[in-house]
């Protein structure tokens, strides 16, 4: 079956823009995960959403940065006016629960870069 | 909150050389354990994982086991190819759910 797509691949963007990011889970996941992967580094958590609960926001690193999705399906990771240090790797993953033991399946990733 | 120590890269070794890569963790509540690996160019692929102590993990020749009192998911192969040349991430998921990632161990296997 499909797996977790986000578009687009790559975002080229000048500083102070605002930029939207989207996740395409895989259908039936009710978990939806972002991170982001800094050149080199590993991958840093961002926002989790389950279900209809309020989604868990400790990860985004200022107000600069906004999630939302819609019931069970496509979510969007919003970054506004950005700055050159949020150039990195966004990724979405998507597991079937919230649960522990559940295996979180990521999408390809959007590059964004911020010249 | 939970954190993650994994052995520094990069690592180069012969075809059919055996592996370890060592893996520690600090995690809130009874966690599971993840081996995540980035072959080049690629997306981020679950490698396996163990759910409770003492499971040992297993795909592609790779295993892991559980280690609840050294806290510990070391990953081992015993004949690695190059076609394993990738970024392998150790990954506890505790209570707050989201994956803690390691800063990745690249390996590259030479023939």
């Known amino acids: 079956g499909a797996g977790v797509s986000q578009s687009p691949s790559n975002k080229v963007t000048e500083k102070g823009k605002d930029v939207e990011l989207r996740c395409d889970p895989i259908s039936g996941h009710t978990a939806l995960y972002w991170y982001r992967q800094r050149l080199g580094q590993g991958l840093e958590f961002l926002i989790y959403?389950?279900?209809?609960?309020?989604?868990?926001k400790s990860g985004l690193p200022s107000d600069r940065f906004s999630a939302e999705r819609t019931g069970e399906s496509v979510s969007t990771l919003t970054i506004q006016r950005t700055q050159q240090e949020d150039s990195a790797v966004y990724l979405c993953a998507s597991s079937l629960g919230g649960d522990r033991t559940d295996t979180q399946y990521f999408g390809p990733g959007t590059r964004l870069t911020v010249l | 909150g939970d954190s993650v120590t994994q052995m520094e890269g990069p690592v180069t070794l012969s075809e059919e050389a055996f592996l370890t890569i060592n893996c520690t963790y600090t995690a809130t509540g009874y966690p599971s354990l993840f081996w995540y690996v980035q072959y080049p160019g690629e997306g981020l692929q679950l490698l396996l994982k163990a759910t409770k102590a003492d499971d040992k993990g297993s795909n592609k020749g790779f295993e892991a086991t559980y280690r609840k009192e050294t806290t510990s998911f070391h990953l081992e192969k015993g004949s690695v190819q190059v076609s394993d040349s990738a970024v392998y991430f150790c990954?506890?998921?505790?209570?707050?759910?989201?994956?803690?990632f390691g800063s990745g161990t690249q390996l590259t296997v030479l023939p």
């Open positions: 959403f389950q279900g209809n609960s309020a989604p868990d």
């Open positions: 990954a506890p998921g505790g209570s707050a759910r989201q994956l803690t």
